[in-house]
């Protein structure tokens, strides 16, 4: 059990190191173009030097919106974090990580949210450059989803023996 426990805390903090990476990180798209390579994140538009990001009126929104629920998810899953160290200690024998569960699949729906939207809105929509395509800041993305679920699924199931 305490092995299990273990793995669970390493892979929660494995989650949380690559959601701040993906949220930090200005490789959400790479592209090329007749200036180089072009890497956009959720904040920068980087080239040879990073300026800030210019999006059309419309798309202004739903990165504000991808923003803060990157942000949220990082929150989240510190908090969870947080939750598991003092239920650890806290919690009888017997008892589950119902509160930890539920708060890291609150990170998994703000993660959700948040890659859903860029991939709707921002895939693919750069002018003047050729073969855009995802940079590692979102695969790392959906990987932290993948794992935030796991995490919490456990959490919700785990009992401390």
């Known amino acids: 059990m305490l092995v299990l426990l273990a793995g669970i805390f390493v892979v929660h903090i494995a989650t949380v ?55 949220l998810s990082i929150i989240f899953s510190v908090v969870a974090l947080i939750l598991f160290i003092i239920q650890l200690f806290t919690l009888e024998k017997g008892k589950r990580f119902y509160m930890t569960g539920a708060v890291m699949l609150v990170c998994w729906m703000c993660i959700l ?28 993305a959906w990987i932290c989803f993948c794992f935030s679920f796991i995490i919490g699924i456990l959490y919700l199931v785990l009992r401390k023996k």
């Open 17 to 71: 190191i690559m959601l701040f990476v993906s949220t930090i990180a200005n490789v959400w798209m790479v592209s090329s173009s007749n200036l180089g390579t072009i890497s956009t994140g959720l904040w920068l538009l980087c080239n040879r030097t990073c300026t800030q990001l210019s999006v059309k009126s419309g798309d202004e929104t739903s990165l504000k919106v991808v923003q803060a629920f990157m942000i």
């Open 113 to 140: 949210i948040a890659v859903s939207i860029y991939t709707a809105r921002f895939t693919g929509k750069t002018q003047y450059v050729t073969n855009p395509h995802h940079g590692y800041c979102f695969i790392l």
